[in-house]
């Protein structure tokens, strides 16, 4: 098959999933359990096609491109890579609700809002056109505020969703008007023939500005980012693993193809994230330290963690080094790995919800508390866990910059990197030592539901950080593509 | 073969650490033993590796690891790394054996020893690491398996604080030399360490940053004055097999990294401006540790704070930059670890056999327990400086470099603070030995695992100071690799 043909069939193969599986949770008298197995197979059938166009020869002289209609869609590598992720991610969390929301009524439809929600996300970081992006980006938005509020007789769960759902609804109107705007500066919607001046033109700019403002809600871009902790904190946890996990970087990527194909200069987007990251990090390194709930820690984590990856690609865009991207991409991967695997524990102690409460997990329930820490220490960058590695190759191709702005900036971001260890070393601290109160009563049922999900995102988040060369490689093309791009 | 003795060195720790951790039953009844076994299999690779070294070879081996980033898996031993790692080695296997006598067998002893193995490879591999990114890996390894140690089987309700302060304290020494590894890839642009050996060409202020970056960060290590306090909490607190392995191996992998990376690195005109502040902070902290000896109630913490002494004295032989003082200095790390490996295990017994650990409460034990007396006598005697016990040795080298160094009156000054190392000392050892007998417990039995490393301690102690020729000689060939080589 043609990769034009594989870069279209995994939408096709999750709007049919996200069809059958409501079917399925509507008529027939399967169990949850069965569903979530499906859903999972449908997530990994849609991934098989990307995969192809990765392995294939095809992308290497020119992307997949495929037109329908007026939708265009474009398979650079970034937005295979994302899109891999995102659907590698949604099948180990699609596992793991199998047992973490069967005990929630209206449970069946939690699946159908699952591939949706990924299909939304993979459509909007393969779009090749504006409209298709607007169209995808609401796709996901919808299904992420549903699930956000999915257990609604939850204290905070409708006005988490709610709030989301506003901040959301004006960041989504903001990138409409954008896209208007740039439209009116150059008349087309394609991402792929923007003519050469383009950028140049006041209402492109003012249209980037709004597209900026519009993803970078959804994208957690600090000061947009308000909603997050409240979103991601008072989520199911597996849905925070997906919404910390990938959602809001594949906003990120989305906002960066946009700015690049659009044709703004590669060292002015460079900039940009670089002075934006920092924002980032710091805000949300600052954040999380003050926090005692441990699932709105790890979501003001993620502004730290997004701001790392937002760093690696500033530093690459802004002095033309592929290998910062690469490593950027590489912690955006392992990322996912890590702050999955950290939400999927929090969810797994459900009697624990302040940092204070997780005394004693090591030795009620040894393997959440070994994946908890396996993650919190690859997320604190403990060698040689995989965010270590990561940082390490960020940091080695920034201090290679004589100038200023590059060293300041380096330094900032290793000051980050102890300021995080603030609230990840007393969280792993809380999970080990013993508890001095009673032993807590709701305790989970231990099941391979969610047992197997921890292992296998643990060994993973291992197998990254410990074994880096063929993530590495996967990922080598990205860069020479964008700054391609960028040129 | 040469590759299977030096991947031993480091592998036997491990797969004692995979051993422990997954073998039931068996396993757990024989724990000790398994460590014990990798312990002294490790050892016994070091010297097997000897003859090879003496023969002018030096044994490495290497896999590529993460090519995009030039890293490899780099193992790598010479006679610089050579005394380090006999001392970790011969440290480990000491600690082993002595908690085999001291501590209780229960259900978590499987996971004690497995800690202590990972503390162990920890220690191996950063002496042998022959890549920055593995050393700092192995660096950091050697800092999590000892701050678990403490969090866990730490005395006292205090134990979870002291680990955070270790931990908190001691990576703050560690990011510092994070960023001078980062940096001097960055202009190297090799992560091997052979880049560094064949020397490096920095710009001036650069070539300082990293100097003071290294320097400091290495001290925190080390423990020397003011960037000690993580130490009296740590080394108190952690049970004492762990307290031998942190004040005897681990302390020395300071002095190691000064050695292995602004020593090699840098040429003597580069190093020099770093010679005078070295001294000044090791006759500081010579001063202040044994002052602060002087001052302590709690037996243990008198020892600790003498460790902080003993490094002043090893700083201020690296300040020297003369051949005799930066010799005395390496020998000064190996006669230490044999001292205070013997203190830390008698005062052990002090407070098995009396039950308390407060100085003014104990008198008298002399009679109860004449070998423990005796033992102690040695230690504190060689402490004190007195010959023909090592630490006189090395003492003396370290003094004639002050003296050559051109700094006279830092010399006189060194020298007149030894006498306050007497002072406490013989203070300790009177108090506790002599005097009015204080109601000694029923000493039990006394496990011939706690006797024989003792007794094997303080008889090497007097051997080393009679004939340290051989030693002597390792530390010679060492110097030849460090500051070009020309003295």
Partial sequence: ?487 | MQAIALSAVVAAPLIAVAALALLRGWARRHAAWIAGLAALLSLASVFALLPALEGGATPALQFPWIPVAGIGFRLRLDWLALPFVVTEAGVTLVAVLYSWGYHHVDARTPAYYALLMLFAAGMAGTTLADDMFLFYIFWELMLIASCILIALWGEGEQRGAVALKYFLFTHLGSLMVLAALVLLYGRTGSDSLSALRSGVSLAPAVANVVGVLFVVGFSVKMAVFPVHLWLPDAHTVAPMSVTIMLAAAMLSMGTYGILRFPFSAFTVAQIAPFGLPMMIAGLVSGIYGALMSLAEQDVKRIIAYSSVSQMGYVLFGLGTLTHEGVAGATLHVIYHAIVKALLFMCVGLVIRAAGRRHIHELGGLGRAMPLAAACTGVGALAVAGTPPLALFDSEWMIFAGGFQSGYLWLGVGMVLASLLTVAYALWFWGRVFIGASSEARELGTVSMFIVVPTVALACLALIEGLFPAPVFDWAQHGLSLILGGTW
Wanted: proline share 4%; glycine share 12%.
């Fill in chain 1, 1 to 487: 098959m043609s990769g034009e043909v594989l870069l279209g069939l995994p939408l096709a193969i999750l709007a049919g999933g996200a069809v059958v599986a409501y079917l399925i949770a509507r008529l027939a008298r399967a169990g949850g359990s069965a569903l979530a197995v499906f859903t999972a197979l449908v997530l990994v059938l849609a991934l098989v096609p990307l995969a192809a166009i990765r392995a294939g020869p095809a992308p290497r002289s020119g992307w997949a491109l495929l037109s329908v209609g007026s939708v265009l869609l474009l398979g650079d590598p970034g937005a295979l890579i994302v899109g891999s992720i995102a659907l590698g991610l949604g099948s180990i969390v699609a596992l793991y609700s199998g047992r973490y929301i069967a005990d929630d009524d209206r449970a069946k439809l939690y699946y159908p809002l699952l591939v949706l929600l990924v299909a939304g996300l993979l459509g909007m970081v393969v779009a090749g056109d504006m409209f298709s992006l607007y169209l995808f980006c609401e796709l996901m938005s919808i299904s992420a505020y549903a699930l956000v509020a999915f257990r609604r007789e939850e204290g905070m769960a409708i006005e988490a969703g709610f709030k989301y759902l506003i901040v959301g609804s004006l960041g989504t109107a903001l990138l409409l008007f954008g896209i208007s705007f740039i439209y009116r500066a150059g008349g087309s919607l394609l991402l792929v023939s923007a003519p050469a001046d383009l950028a140049g033109r006041t209402w492109a700019r003012v249209g980037i500005a709004c597209v900026l403002v519009g993803l970078g809600v959804k994208g957690a871009l600090v000061p947009l980012h308000t909603w997050l902790p409240d979103a991601h904190g008072r989520a199911p946890s597996s849905v925070s693993a997906m919404l910390s996990g990938i959602v809001v970087q594949s906003a990120f990527y989305a906002l960066l193809k946009t700015g690049i194909a659009l044709g703004f200069r590669a060292t002015d987007v460079g900039l940009l994230l670089i002075g934006l990251s920092l924002l980032n990090m710091t805000v949300g390194n600052l954040m999380a330290l003050a926090q005692t709930d441990v699932k709105r820690l790890l979501a003001y984590s993620t502004v730290a963690q997004v701001g790392y990856v937002m760093f690696g690609v500033g530093i690459g865009l802004r002095y033309a080094a592929p290998d910062a991207i690469q490593a950027a991409f590489y912690l955006l991967l392992a990322h996912a790995a890590m702050k999955g695997l950290a939400f999927m524990c929090a969810g797994a102690h459900p009697g624990a919800a302040t940092v204070a409460s997780w005394r004693g997990t090591a030795q009620q329930l040894p393997l959440v508390a070994a994946a908890f820490a396996v993650s919190l220490g690859g997320l604190a960058g403990v060698p040689p866990l995989a965010g270590f590695v990561g940082k390490w190759l960020i940091l080695i191709r920034s201090l290679r910059q004589a100038d200023l702005l590059a060293v300041l900036a380096t330094l900032a971001f290793l000051a980050n990197g102890l300021l995080s260890l603030g609230y990840y070393l007393p969280l792993i601290g809380s999970t080990f030592l013993r508890s001095t109160e009673p032993a807590i009563e709701t305790r989970v049922r231990p099941s391979a539901w969610i047992g197997l999900p921890l292992v296998g995102l643990g060994g993973l988040v291992l197998a990254i950080g410990i074994h880096p060369a063929p993530w590495l490689e996967w990922m080598s093309d990205v860069a020479s593509a964008l700054l391609a791009w960028g040129h």
